[in-house]
Structure formats: structure tokens, C-alpha cells
């Protein structure tokens, strides 16, 4: 949903509340301290307030969402960072393991492991 005016905010904010309502109709708990908002865009945008059962939504601007990282821009070089260190580590990790230094071997474990 593109949030543009003060009311784009508070249809939003009444689209938390619902879902916030359905939540407790089905005696399904949501944990307000675990939720936050993302904004995403290029621009500079006015501060907002969120609410979900009366506490405040803090925002945030990078998430993660289904194991990958983005930024609000929808970057994803944090991503790749993270991602490039992992791989870097478990490389380093296969080389100090194994005895053998045969190219062959350390490629297979490489591709399996990595």
C-alpha cells in the first residue's frame, strides 16, 4: 500500500487493528514486541506511529523476510555480505578439517558443505 496523506496512515493503521482483531477472535496471541514496521521507498517521508494492541510499532529500516535480507531501498547488499562471509567461514573451516589438500576433495566438500 502506497502511504502518501495522514489518511493513507490511519487506513493503514485501522488495517493493523483488524488484523489485530481477528487475532483475538481466534485467541491468537501476536507479539507486539517481536512486530515492527518496514518502510520502503527512495524518499525522505514524514515520522509515523503504528500501534498493535496499544503498543507503539517501532520502525525499522532493513529486515529480514523468508531468510533474506533487504534494505528499504530493496538492496540486498547486506545480503550478499552476509551470505559472502558465511560461505567465507565454512571455506576456511573445510580447509583447516581436512588433511588431504587435493583441489578434487576440497571442491566437493566446498560445493556439498558451502
Known amino acids: 500500500m502506497e502511504i502518501n496523506t495522514s489518511s493513507d496512515v490511519d487506513i493503514f493503521q485501522s488495517g493493523v487493528d483488524c488484523i489485530a482483531d481477528w ?14 514496521f518496514f518502510r520502503v521507498g527512495l524518499r525522505k517521508c514524514s515520522p509515523v506511529k503504528y500501534s498493535l494492541n ?5 520502525g525499522t529500516t532493513a529486515t529480514i523476510d523468508l531468510g533474506v535480507k533487504m534494505n528499504s531501498s530493496l538492496l540486498f547488499s547486506d545480503h550478499i555480505d552476509y551470505i559472502v562471509s558465511k560461505a567465507k567461514l565454512r571455506a576456511s573451516q573445510i580447509l583447516r578439517c581436512f588433511v588431504s589438500k587435493d583441489a578434487g576433495i576440497l571442491t566437493r566438500a566446498f560445493v556439498m558443505y558451502v
Not at 54 to 58: F, R
Request: proline letters at 5%; one cysteine or more; glycine letters at 6%.
Open 23 to 36: 487475532a483475538s477472535k481466534w485467541q491468537l496471541k501476536l507479539a507486539s514486541a517481536k512486530c515492527q
Open 54 to 58: 496499544g503498543s507503539d510499532l517501532p
